[in-house]
């Protein structure tokens, strides 16, 4: 099957910066989009931003100009790049992909087990 894996997450304070890596594994032939969702304590999950196989980015306006996700499609991995962090984007945040894999048709959707971000001085 196909595994996503978190990493990155942790304590920074308030203006300071966090990389969240995402790698995916398994018996994967295409990658449709990567994407980050983020849940704080009695919130919903929401979107936070995505990147699509042809490179296509998109953020929700939280994060827009602070946020930036990139991906090294060799290694089936997506990084976010957090700049100027706020507290209340204290939560955990989740990896979530649209995956094909072999003897399937069409895209699987997958999630990570999701990383801690707490932004307190």
């Known amino acids: 099957q196909v595994q996503l894996v978190e990493s990155g997450g942790g304590l920074v304070q308030p203006g300071g910066s966090l990389r969240l890596s995402c790698a995916a594994s398994?018996?994967?032939?295409?990658?449709?989009?990567i994407a980050w969702y983020r849940q704080a304590p009695g919130k919903e999950r929401k979107l936070v931003a995505r990147?699509?196989?042809?490179?296509?980015?998109n953020y929700a306006d939280s994060g827009k100009g602070r946020f930036t996700v990139s991906r090294d499609s060799a290694k089936n991995t997506e990084y976010m790049q957090m700049d100027r962090l706020k507290p209340e984007e204290k939560a955990v945040y989740y990896c979530?992909?649209?995956?094909?894999?072999?003897?399937?048709?069409?895209?699987?959707?997958?999630w990570g087990q999701g990383t801690q971000v707490t932004v307190s001085s």
């Open positions: 979530n992909a649209d995956v094909r894999i072999p003897y399937t048709v069409g895209f699987g959707n997958y």
């Open positions: 398994g018996r994967i032939l295409n990658v449709n989009f």
């Open positions: 990147i699509t196989s042809d490179g296509t980015t």
